[in-house]
C-alpha cells in the first residue's frame, strides 16, 4: 500500500466571532492510498499557515512541503515518516506550526493504519484502559458571572460531573475573576468538579493570588494562567499554591513538554493530538509525563475527529482519568464536518470501537464550507 495524496482541506463558516472558539473553522488533513483507504485528521492552528506547510514545494533537503515527501511511501510506517517529515522540514518543523502540520497527518496515517488492519487505534497503541471515560463540559465564560452561573446549571443538568470554563472576561479585573468563579461554583453545586481555563492573561504573582482566592470555591485545576514561555512563573505558581495547575496545549512535540514539566512544575500535562505531532509524539509525551507521576488530559476545543482521537490516545496510556468534550452553545463546524456525532451520556464518552478513528467525514458538509 502507497500513499497516492495528501490533501489539506480549509473550512470556515460564513461569520467568525472574534472569540476564542475553535468551531469557527477547521483544517482536515486526508490521505489517500493505491489500496482505496482513506485516513483522516485535524490540525488546530492557522489553517492557512498549516495547509502551506503541507502542500508547500520542494525547497531544498531540509526544506521540503510535507505532501511531497509522502507521496509513494507505506502510510503503515507511521514512525519512520514521523521522523521524516520532521527531519526533512526542520527548519519550519521543529516546533509550532511545522508540527502542528505533522499532527494532523499523523492521526490520518493511524486512521488509515486501523482501517487496514481492522482494529481501532487505541488497540494498535496497545491500551484498552477503559470502556469509557467521564467527560468534563468544556465552556467559555459567560459574558458576565451571572451568565456563566447559568451555563453551568445548564451543564449540570445535562448530567456532567466536571465543568470547566475558560477565557474571556477573564483578567479584566480581579473583581470580575473571583465573581465568575463564584457563579460558576454556585451554578454547579459541591459535588461537581470545576475547572478554570484562565487564558494566559497574569503575570505569576497576579496568578498566585487569583489561585489563593479561588480555593474557597474547590477548583479542581487552573489552567493555562501565564504565557507559554514563562516556565519560571510557572513554577513559582505551582509551589507557591495548593491549586493543580494544568498546561499543554500551546506546546508542540516532547522537548516543549519537559521543559513545562521538569522547569515549570505543572500538575496536569495537557496533549493536544491535533498539535503535538499526533499519536506519535503524544504516546512518547505521555510516557514521559508518567515518569514523573502526572496525569496526562487531552485538550481539544475543535471538531469529533479531534475527541475520538483523544479518546484513542487517553484509552491508550494509564495515567489517563477525564476526557476534554466541548459543550460551547452556538454555530460551529463540530455538530456538521463528520458522519457520527459524539454525544455524552450520563458525563462520559463512550471508547470507539470501530477500526481507524472510527469517524468519518460528511462530503456535503465539507463542500458547503470549504474555502480551500
Given at each position: 500500500?502507497?500513499i497516492?495524496?495528501?490533501?489539506?482541506?480549509?473550512?470556515?463558516?460564513?461569520?467568525?466571532?472574534?472569540?476564542?472558539?475553535?468551531?469557527?473553522?477547521?483544517?482536515?488533513?486526508?490521505?489517500?492510498?493505491?489500496?482505496?483507504?482513506?485516513?483522516?485528521g485535524?490540525?488546530?492552528?492557522?489553517p492557512?499557515?498549516?495547509?502551506?506547510?503541507i502542500?508547500?514545494?520542494?525547497?531544498?533537503?531540509?526544506?521540503?512541503?510535507?505532501?511531497?515527501m509522502?507521496?509513494?511511501e507505506?502510510?503503515?510506517?507511521?514512525?519512520?515518516?514521523?521522523?521524516?517529515?520532521?527531519?526533512?522540514?526542520?527548519?519550519?518543523?521543529?516546533?509550532?506550526?511545522?508540527?502542528?502540520?505533522?499532527?494532523?497527518?499523523?492521526?490520518?496515517?493511524?486512521?488509515?493504519?486501523?482501517?487496514?488492519?481492522?482494529?481501532?487505534?487505541?488497540?494498535?497503541?496497545?491500551?484498552?484502559?477503559?470502556?469509557?471515560?467521564?467527560?468534563?463540559?468544556?465552556?467559555l465564560?459567560?459574558a458576565?458571572?451571572?451568565?456563566?452561573?447559568?451555563?453551568a446549571?445548564?451543564?449540570?443538568?445535562q448530567?456532567?460531573?466536571?465543568?470547566?470554563?475558560?477565557?474571556h472576561?477573564?483578567?479584566?479585573?480581579?473583581?470580575?475573576d473571583?465573581a465568575?468563579v463564584?457563579?460558576?461554583?454556585?451554578?454547579?453545586?459541591?459535588?461537581?468538579?470545576?475547572?478554570?481555563?484562565a487564558?494566559?492573561?497574569?503575570?505569576?504573582?497576579?496568578?498566585?493570588?487569583?489561585?489563593?482566592?479561588?480555593?474557597?470555591y474547590?477548583?479542581?485545576?487552573?489552567?493555562?494562567?501565564?504565557?507559554?514561555?514563562?516556565?519560571?512563573?510557572?513554577?513559582?505558581?505551582?509551589?507557591?499554591?495548593?491549586?493543580?495547575?494544568?498546561?499543554?496545549?500551546?506546546?508542540?512535540?516532547?522537548?516543549?513538554?519537559?521543559?513545562?514539566?521538569?522547569q515549570?512544575?505543572?500538575d496536569?500535562?495537557?496533549?493536544?493530538?491535533?498539535?503535538?505531532?499526533?499519536?506519535?509524539?503524544?504516546?512518547?509525551?505521555?510516557?514521559?509525563?508518567?515518569?514523573?507521576g502526572?496525569?496526562?488530559?487531552?485538550?481539544?476545543?475543535?471538531?469529533?475527529?479531534n475527541?475520538?482521537?483523544?479518546?484513542?490516545?487517553?484509552?491508550?496510556?494509564?495515567?489517563?482519568?477525564?476526557?476534554?468534550?466541548?459543550?460551547?452553545?452556538?454555530?460551529?463546524?463540530?455538530?456538521?464536518?463528520?458522519?457520527?456525532?459524539?454525544?455524552?451520556?450520563?458525563?462520559?464518552?463512550?471508547?470507539?470501537?470501530?477500526?481507524?478513528?472510527?469517524?468519518?467525514?460528511?462530503?456535503?458538509s465539507?463542500?458547503?464550507?470549504?474555502?480551500?
Amino acid at each position: 500500500m502507497k500513499i497516492t495524496d495528501v490533501e489539506a482541506i480549509f473550512l470556515r463558516l460564513p461569520q467568525v466571532k472574534e472569540q476564542c472558539d475553535s468551531g469557527q473553522d477547521a483544517l482536515i488533513v486526508k490521505v489517500s492510498t493505491d489500496a482505496g483507504i482513506t485516513g483522516i485528521g485535524e490540525v488546530d492552528s492557522a489553517p492557512l499557515g498549516v495547509k502551506g506547510v503541507i502542500d508547500g514545494p520542494y525547497s531544498h533537503s531540509i526544506a521540503c512541503g510535507l505532501r511531497q515527501m509522502l507521496i509513494g511511501e507505506d502510510p503503515l510506517q507511521t514512525e519512520y515518516l514521523w521522523h521524516k517529515m520532521y527531519h526533512q522540514n526542520i527548519y519550519a518543523g521543529r516546533r509550532g506550526i511545522g508540527l502542528h502540520a505533522m499532527s494532523g497527518i499523523d492521526i490520518a496515517l493511524w486512521d488509515i493504519k486501523g482501517k487496514a488492519l481492522g482494529q481501532p487505534i487505541w488497540k494498535l497503541l496497545g491500551g484498552g484502559f477503559h470502556s469509557r471515560l467521564r467527560a468534563y463540559a468544556s465552556s467559555l465564560f459567560g459574558a458576565t458571572p451571572t451568565e456563566t452561573g447559568e451555563r453551568a446549571r445548564r451543564f449540570r443538568d445535562q448530567g456532567f460531573t466536571a465543568v470547566k470554563f475558560g477565557w474571556h472576561p477573564m483578567g479584566h479585573d480581579e473583581h470580575t475573576d473571583i465573581a465568575l468563579v463564584r457563579e460558576a461554583r454556585q451554578g454547579l453545586g459541591d459535588p461537581i468538579d470545576l475547572m478554570i481555563d484562565a487564558g494566559l492573561v497574569w503575570d505569576a504573582k497576579t496568578a498566585i493570588q487569583r489561585a489563593r482566592a479561588f480555593c474557597q470555591y474547590s477548583i479542581f485545576w487552573l489552567e493555562e494562567p501565564l504565557q507559554p514561555d514563562n516556565y519560571e512563573g510557572y513554577r513559582r505558581l505551582s509551589e507557591a499554591t495548593e491549586v493543580r495547575i494544568a498546561a499543554g496545549e500551546q506546546e508542540s512535540e516532547r522537548r516543549s513538554f519537559l521543559q513545562l514539566m521538569d522547569q515549570g512544575k505543572i500538575d496536569i500535562v495537557q496533549v493536544d493530538l491535533t498539535r503535538c505531532g499526533g499519536f506519535t509524539e503524544a504516546m512518547k509525551i505521555a510516557s514521559l509525563a508518567q515518569d514523573r507521576g502526572l496525569p496526562v488530559v487531552n485538550h481539544g476545543f475543535t471538531t469529533y475527529i479531534n475527541v475520538a482521537a483523544a479518546l484513542h490516545f487517553l484509552n491508550a496510556i494509564s495515567n489517563s482519568f477525564i476526557v476534554e468534550f466541548v459543550a460551547e452553545e452556538g454555530t460551529t463546524l463540530r455538530d456538521q464536518i463528520t458522519q457520527q456525532r459524539i454525544v455524552a451520556r450520563d458525563g462520559f464518552l463512550d471508547i470507539p470501537t470501530a477500526p481507524g478513528l472510527g469517524v468519518e467525514l460528511n462530503e456535503r458538509s465539507i463542500q458547503e464550507y470549504r474555502v480551500f
